[in-house]
């Protein structure tokens, strides 16, 4: 059974308040510190570019058990170029200023994305149908086996 919370975001108080409030579901969840603290830089990342780049909103829903976590940031922005789609958190090569020019040329990335690939199992990107970006990330986790030979 996996708990699930979502919020609408406007601020980035708004933002962090709801990555905070997800750590801790998580924890109660039974993920381990670590992995919860990588779901919570998860949502701040996706929200706060959702913020920047998507029209200053978005949605952000997450879903989480022991198992594994699911973060989803739809906004009302321009949407994602295919550049964007198939370039975003693809290389952790960052220029001398910090970021990196996408194929586009109409934004730039910094090393974000790259994080939150890092820290998933699966990102997803795209553009919703009714207009606005799309972004998914998915983390998979190993359940926590006992140590044999210890007693509890």
């Known amino acids: ?9 406007q601020t980035r108080v708004e933002v962090l308040a709801f990555a905070a409030a997800a750590r801790t579901l998580a924890a109660t969840e039974g993920v381990e510190p670590r992995h919860a603290m990588e779901l919570s830089l998860v949502i701040a990342e ?5 913020l920047r780049h998507g029209g200053g909103c978005g949605l952000v829903t997450v879903s989480v058990c022991a ?6 940031v739809e906004d009302t922005g321009r949407g ?30 910094g090393s974000g994305l790259a994080s939150v690939r890092r820290m998933s199992s699966r990102l997803e990107l795209g553009n919703r149908r009714t207009g606005g ?17 210890t007693s509890p």
């Open 67 to 72: 198992q594994g976590w699911s973060v989803e």
């Open 1 to 9: 059974m996996s708990a699930r919370s979502v919020a609408a975001v």
């Open 46 to 50: 996706l929200g706060m570019n959702a």
């Open 133 to 149: 970006a799309r972004v998914a990330a998915h983390r998979t986790l190993q359940p926590v086996q006992p140590q044999q030979g």
């Open 80 to 109: 994602l170029s295919a550049a964007v789609i198939a370039d975003a958190g693809q290389s952790d090569h960052l220029g001398p200023d910090g970021v990196r020019p996408p194929g586009d040329g109409l934004s730039s990335f």
